[in-house]
């Protein structure tokens, strides 16, 4: 079955180390979302990408980077520079038919110690 | 930008009770999306609709496009539904905005 692969579902790195987040789907699907939960507040939208080799910062961008190189991966590096990396983060990816066929990922829980 | 708002925030209701969450907001949509996430985090897609109402086993959502609203039911209300509910709409560019989530709690 078609759908979004997040792993790990849970991942505890030291501060001051990157880490990158995986996102893997086998849907064909043209674009791919990353966004940030943080307690008591809606989901945030961190990069998206529509098309291969091309992506957009969201709202809270500051501290992450991402890459497209292949239509089925977009992964989201946490950086050092991001001040507050503890979160839940959500991948998502979409046919682009103006909010239908969007599909989740499960999502990845980052603990920063 | 759409703004999405949900109530209530918190609900905690007895085994078998009839359970609604509402969602509104303020740009028309295509479609809207309910999402139910357990305690260990992990996010499941429950519907889209984009009119009238959808159905999966205890689950209800309706969507009224006129009153920029739609409703969350479930029926004969278990333990196992207790979970973060969250509904997302489309806001540009295909990116969608989320809703604050309401969670839920039944108590057996």
């Known amino acids: 079955d078609g759908g979004i692969t997040q792993s790990p579902k849970y991942l505890f790195r030291k501060e001051g180390q990157n880490v990158t987040l995986s996102c893997e789907q086998n849907?064909?699907?043209?674009?791919m979302y990353w966004y940030r939960q943080d307690p008591g507040q809606g989901l945030r939208l961190i990069y998206y990408s529509q098309i291969v080799n091309d992506f957009q910062k969201g709202d809270i961008a500051e501290g992450y980077s991402v890459s497209r190189e292949k239509k089925e991966s977009f992964p989201l590096t946490v950086t050092s520079a991001q001040k507050n990396p503890t979160a839940f983060y959500l991948c998502a990816s979409t046919v682009g038919h103006r909010g239908y066929g969007y599909t989740f990922g499960s999502g990845t829980r980052l603990t920063v110690v | 930008k759409n703004e999405v708002e949900q109530s209530p925030q918190n609900l905690t209701a007895q085994e078998g009770e009839f359970i609604t969450i509402n969602c509104s907001y303020s740009v028309g949509i295509s479609a809207l999306h309910w999402l139910q996430q357990h305690p260990g985090g992990g996010i499941v897609s429950l519907f889209m609709l984009s009119s009238g109402k959808k159905k999966h086993g205890r689950l209800i959502a309706t969507i009224n496009i006129q009153e920029k609203h739609s409703s969350l039911h479930i029926t004969a209300s278990h333990p196992r539904d207790s979970a973060v509910y969250i509904c997302?709409?489309?806001?540009?560019?295909?990116?969608?905005?989320f809703g604050t989530g309401t969670r839920l709690t039944i108590i057996p």
């Open positions: 849907l064909n699907h043209d674009a």
């Open positions: 997302a709409v489309p806001s540009g560019n295909e990116k969608l905005t």
